[in-house]
């Protein structure tokens, strides 16, 4: 009897797993393909299959990104000598991550107050654009400082400056792009906007 509740339990944990890999696949494929086709990323990102209408070129990137990544955590642990163990592996990617996650959050809320007095002053609440987004600036930074803060072991130690120099290397291509097309920035989001 304990046998088939432990099969089920089992199923139920495969089938639940693997309905969350999928669709973290297809969410994180469609920012992928939303922003080749709004010109931040390539535009051949963002074509789509020309019978079937799927982002295939989108959902073939982030797979091969994602399988790069894994590859390269399986391939350090070889030569480290240390054990491949899939929990390990979730939580370095994971906390990698989510530094990269806190980072957007955080800059989403510093931005916010000056995005309404610039675009939609006559909108504009000091208590919901300006106090709560300092507030959950403020919120943001205690997560971001334990997962950020010196004397980790490796790899986390190496974590902040990893995300440091995606930041560096993101900003450093926005301005470019802007530079390129000036309109891009007052753009991004209308092709979503206008469906």
């Known amino acids: 009897m304990l046998g088939a509740a432990a099969f089920f339990a089992y199923l139920a944990g495969m089938t639940s797993t693997l ?9 994180q494929a469609r920012l992928v393909f939303n922003a080749g086709r709004e010109g ?3 535009a051949w990102i963002g074509k789509v ?35 491949m163990d899939p929990v390990n592996f979730f939580a370095e990617s994971s906390t990698m991550g989510t ?18 007095r ?14 709560l987004p300092i507030l959950g600036a403020v919120a943001i ?3 971001l400082y334990y997962l950020a803060k010196p004397g980790q072991p490796a790899p986390y130690s190496w974590y902040p400056y990893i995300a440091l120099v995606i930041l560096v ?27």
């Open 99 to 116: 530094i990269l996650v806190l980072l957007v959050y955080l800059f989403a809320n510093l931005a916010l107050p000056f995005y309404y």
């Open 49 to 83: 299959h020309a019978e079937r209408k799927t982002p295939m070129n989108a959902i073939m990137l982030f797979i091969g990104i994602s399988l790069v990544i894994i590859l390269g955590w399986a391939i350090s642990n070889l030569v480290g000598g240390k054990a």
């Open 169 to 195: 290397v993101a900003v450093l291509y926005s301005i470019s792009l802007v530079r390129k097309d000036p309109g891009l920035a007052d753009r991004v989001g209308s092709i979503v906007a206008d469906e």
């Open 40 to 42: 931040l990323l390539p």
């Open 141 to 143: 930074i205690v997560p």
């Open 118 to 131: 610039k675009y939609r002053p006559s909108e504009f609440r000091s208590v919901r654009h300006g106090v």
């Open 19 to 27: 309905g969350a890999l999928i669709a973290g696949t297809n969410s």
